[in-house]
């Protein structure tokens, strides 16, 4: 998590739609060079919640501040420094992918040289070269998306909200997505929101878990996976015992003679157990985080407080 | 550019994108011209008797107004698909968030999509204007009652604009918002005509009706009654749009 001042601080943000309460006491922050994962089932509140960072939305109670200000009382402050994606890509079908970029870019407030430059950096940045004069409205899904977040960074913003950017993609744009926005950690804080936990794990520092309008885990990703499992493939059938020798093994459970999910002791890391299987000639061939540990605190939250008769 | 101009330019661009402006522009092009042929050819058989007369009515009052006038129901039935996809179509299209997450009010979007409708039904009207024009290359035209008529149909085509507009805020569906602005701009065009087949000739009523309005324009009178209900019509049409929007925003 990055310490310097925050780009995004979201306080204690309510949020009532047509007087059901949709969000509540929602608070995180985000820095520049971090991703939030805001994980949560359909329903969870994501939306509502990207959508008061993104300033559609005011809150009813609590604030929003970007870069230490209030963007609904600063609507200049959303033009420049929020780019937003939502779920549905939000682009014209008559408009060629450039004339798009090009009208999203003026209304952004970029002119001239400045508009023209942003385009074509956007274009280059999502890898939109050979789209860029076909209409929006012949696009597929996959490259639906890939404008939207090319309208979301283009203007440079600290700030960039995602909702859902990889539902209905087939695995390879999903994966070149992953990798779009691991680039665009490097110079903005971004917020994503998915129920896709692989996605969370793949691009994301941080995590919120929401569940029915409330953040019941906020925490670094990191810090989970010290508590979590590692899953090992080795070249060699081990047993338990083997592992428990190694340094910083707290236990080891077998899923198949060669392949073991592990966990570790606290302030012991993956690292040093990959040093430890290649020391003892164990031939160490795929060692990852194991989704469980995730999966297990998001199952906790979300399954255990499904309404009766659907959490069987 | 301002918010205004560019979601305006961007409406423009759109609609001449699509076969909808070009075929709208192509048809009442041709309807117009075989109305103005019609009529000029029957003024110029019946031109040696009307210069016998007295006072006789010119090429103005027989062939520019009535075209002018027979525009005006056009524009009824034009305005309503001009208008329809304006807010009606970016809430379908799923595009609104784009125009809210930049920081513009919705009094600027309001606006902005009034003057991209209205340049296409400006045009078109521009575009009829133009035939009786050009008969002043070999006569004299009334050009003071062809420049009232043309004032009239702009701010009569600019509140059924900004009626359709407001329609278009009201669903997310363009052919609802279609048939809303055909149905209220139509009572507000024969509201007067109407209550007086029901034995019912009311000043209010009459006032409230905007042919009562447009016909002084197309008499060559520039009435500022009729300019400030126009004016009226289409700016209160536009404040409720804008209100509407500002309520679409806290939807989920």
Known sequence: ?312 | MSAIWLIARNDWRRQFAQPFAWVVLALVGALAAWQFLLALDMFLRHAPRLGALPDAPGVTDLVAVPLLQSLSGVLLLLVPLATMQSIAGERRAHTLPLLLAAGVGSSRIVTGKFLGAYALIASIIALVVSMPLLLQLGTELDLGRLAAATLGLLLYSAALTAIGILCSTWTAHPALAAAATLVIGSLLVMLDAGARMQGVDNELVNWLAMSSHLAPFLRGIVSSVAVTYFVLVTTLALLFAARRLDSLRTRA
Not at chain 1, 86 to 92: G, K, N, Q, V
Not at chain 1, 154 to 164: A, N, T
Not at chain 1, 173 to 181: G, N, T, V
Not at chain 1, 220 to 225: C, I, P
Request: aromatic share 4%; with cysteine.
């Open chain 1, 1 to 312: 998590m990055n310490d310097s001042a925050p780009v995004l601080a979201l306080t204690r943000a309510s949020r009532r739609l047509s007087g059901r309460l949709i969000v509540e006491e929602v608070g995180f922050r985000v820095g520049r060079g971090e991703v939030l994962g805001l994980l949560g089932i359909n329903g969870a509140g994501k939306s509502t919640t990207l959508r008061m960072i993104a300033g559609l939305l005011a809150p009813d109670a609590g604030d929003v501040r970007i870069n230490g200000a209030d963007p609904y009382a600063q609507p200049a402050l959303l033009r420049r420094e929020v780019g937003y994606l939502p779920e549905d890509a939000p682009l014209y079908a008559e408009l060629t992918v450039s004339e798009y970029l090009d009208f999203c870019a003026r209304l952004r407030g970029l002119r001239g040289n400045a508009a023209a430059a942003a385009v074509s950096r956007a274009i280059e940045r999502c890898d939109l070269g050979e789209m860029r004069r076909r209409l929006c409205g012949l696009l597929s899904k996959g490259w639906r998306q890939r404008v939207g977040l090319a309208q979301a960074i283009l203007h440079e913003p600290s700030l960039i909200v995602l909702d859902e950017p990889a539902s209905g993609l087939d695995p390879v744009q999903a994966l070149r997505l992953r990798e779009l926005i691991a680039r665009l950690r490097e110079a903005h804080a971004v917020v994503l929101s998915t129920h896709v936990l692989s996605d969370v794990i793949a691009c994301c520092d941080t995590v919120a878990i929401l569940h029915q309008g409330r953040v019941h885990h906020h925490g670094a990703l990191v810090d989970l996976d010290a508590r979590a499992a590692l899953r090992v493939r080795v070249e060699r059938a081990l047993d338990a015992s083997d592992w428990l020798g190694v340094p910083g093994v707290a236990s080891a459970h077998a899923l198949d003679p060669h392949t073991w999910r592990i966990t570790l002791d606290e302030g012991s890391d993956s690292a040093d157990l990959a040093a430890a299987s290649a020391r003892l000639g164990f031939g160490l061939q795929e060692l990852r985080t194991d989704a469980s540990a995730l999966e297990a605190v998001f199952l906790r939250i979300s399954a255990a407080q499904a309404p009766a008769g659907r959490a069987a």
